[in-house]
């Protein structure tokens, strides 16, 4: 199923399967305030399925600067497309980046590869 392959729990309605989780351990703080990590810099992940053989997703993870090149390749040996590398934050610490992206394939495809993402992004 989507939730054991990503190692999530999450919820299902019809079609789309819905998960978050956090990816950043590191204590986050913004202007001298501590940040809570679901509010802040979650990573949100929709998966709908489309069709017999085919399923997309979309969403974003949150990760630490030094995470953003290893989700790219995971993405990237994966077929899922990154839509938008950036901040959401200013004046955060650590910097925190949002990496948007956008799946396309058959359920087992997409979820493998967005495991990997969310491996990398830990």
């Known amino acids: 199923t989507v939730f054991s392959t990503l190692g999530l729990s999450g919820r299902a309605q019809g079609t789309v399967a819905q998960v978050s989780t956090v ?4 204590a986050v703080t913004m202007h001298g305030r501590a940040l809570t990590p679901a509010l802040a810099y979650g990573s949100p992940i929709n998966i709908q399925t489309v069709g017999p053989a085919r399923a997309v997703a979309t969403g974003d993870l949150a990760v630490l600067g030094p995470k953003v090149d290893p989700v790219l390749d995971a993405f990237a040996m994966h077929g899922i497309t990154a839509t938008a590398v950036h901040s959401h934050l200013i004046g955060e610490s650590p910097t925190i980046y949002y990496i948007h992206f956008w799946a396309d ?5 997409v979820t493998r590869g967005l495991r ?3 491996d990398a992004g830990r």
């Open 23 to 26: 990816l950043v351990s590191a």
């Open 116 to 118: 990997a993402a969310l």
């Open 105 to 109: 394939g058959t359920l087992a495809d």
